[in-house]
């Protein structure tokens, strides 16, 4: 993990004197590292929290048709990027990935595949299906696993065993609970699972802000013939945007702020905490999102679905317990490899 440096510690010793240098730089670093994790549960918090609320954001337009919402959120978060990029002076990063083919065409197909995730996460949150939605992302880490296992060919623990195993009993509770696939929580899980896979492939060639500008871009092309279509009045009778309140048409304009903002804010997350403490904030936003869909709109638990959702709690919990675990070993091992060494 990179560390931000500290002037401080680059003080010649003419200055600071013999002895404090080694002092003030140990205190220095450890107040280094302490403002860097700091800063990185903020930005978590950021994200996560973010995506949490995202129901209440697109509850606030259901007037509007979902693929609609979702043209305008592509075409606002492109023009986002566009002035971030500026702003930021990174044309350099999007110039050379632009020519790099494979980098390219990789954003291109996660572009596709997140366009699918957005438009679904959507469709649940302006029908009334937001606990099908907090479903999905319950759903999420366990989908990832089992790509890891089918794709990758990953090894899995027991306990990542047993966890996947309870969520297929989950899905079979829940579809004989709600007389069909619980499809929307399946695309949501499956989607940003492969998504996740996809953005792997690229390791860390592409920063956020690059990949979030191309996908965009790819998407954007598609999004903005159908928007002039339906302005034409040729799609869906025309554009609904036209006709909205001040308030509504805001909220529109916003979604690139929205889109944006946690995706950038997870990135910063990311390379300031260690992946073992990230992938604990994960589970704040499908909480949120429940609790929002239960509390806050009123949504109906039947006895069939408190069970299926019972059993993915309880698949997440043995997953979360099984990586604390593993965490703490691989920590264990670090430290005796660090006592070995010095000895040597």
């Known amino acids: 993990m990179t560390r931000p440096s500290d002037p401080d510690l680059n003080e010649p010793a003419?200055?600071?004197?013999?002895?404090?240098?080694?002092?003030?730089?140990?205190?220095?670093?450890?107040?280094?590292?302490?403002?860097?994790?700091?800063?990185?549960v903020l930005l978590a918090l950021g994200a996560y929290g973010i995506w949490g609320f995202l129901p209440l954001y697109f509850n606030a337009l259901t007037s509007l048709p979902p693929l609609e919402i979702l043209g305008w959120r592509i075409v606002f978060s492109m023009v986002l990027c566009l002035i971030m990029v500026t702003a930021t002076r990174s044309w350099g990063r999007v110039a050379a990935a632009f020519r790099a083919v494979r980098i390219n065409l990789t954003l291109g197909l996660a572009g596709l595949i997140v366009s699918i995730n957005w438009l679904v996460y959507i469709i649940a949150t302006t029908t009334g299906h937001v606990l099908e939605a907090s479903l999905g992302y319950f759903f999420n880490p366990l989908v990832t696993i089992a790509l890891g296992v089918v794709v990758l060919r990953e090894r899995l623990r027991p306990l990542q065993w047993v966890s996947v195993g309870l969520s297929l009993a989950a899905v079979v509770v829940l579809s004989v609970d709600y007389?069909?696939?619980?499809?929307?929580?399946?695309?949501l899980a499956v989607s940003f699972a492969v998504y996740g896979l996809v953005k792997k492939n690229l390791g860390g060639r592409v920063d956020a802000l690059t990949g979030l500008s191309f996908e965009t871009a790819w998407l954007s092309i598609p999004a903005g013939v159908f928007l002039l279509l339906a302005g034409l009045g040729g799609v869906g009778g025309g554009l609904a945007l036209g006709a909205a309140d001040t308030p509504t048409t805001l909220l529109l304009v916003a979604s690139g702020i929205v889109t944006a903002a946690p995706l950038l804010c997870f990135a910063g997350a990311a390379s300031r905490l260690p992946l073992s403490a990230v992938g604990m904030f994960q589970y704040m936003t499908p909480i949120l999102q429940f609790l929002i869909g239960y509390l806050v709109?009123?949504?109906?638990?039947?006895?069939?679905?408190?069970i299926g959702f019972g059993i993915v709690w309880l698949a997440v919990l043995l997953l979360v317990l099984d990586a604390a675990r593993a965490a703490r070993v691989n920590r264990r091992a670090v430290r005796r490899a660090r006592e070995r060494a010095a000895r040597g």
């Open 14 to 40: 003419a200055v600071t004197g013999a002895l404090h240098p080694v002092i003030t730089a140990g205190e220095d670093a450890g107040a280094s590292r302490a403002r860097t994790l700091r800063s990185g």
């Open 179 to 187: 007389g069909t696939l619980p499809w929307i929580s399946l695309v």
């Open 297 to 306: 709109f009123g949504e109906q638990m039947s006895t069939g679905r408190w």
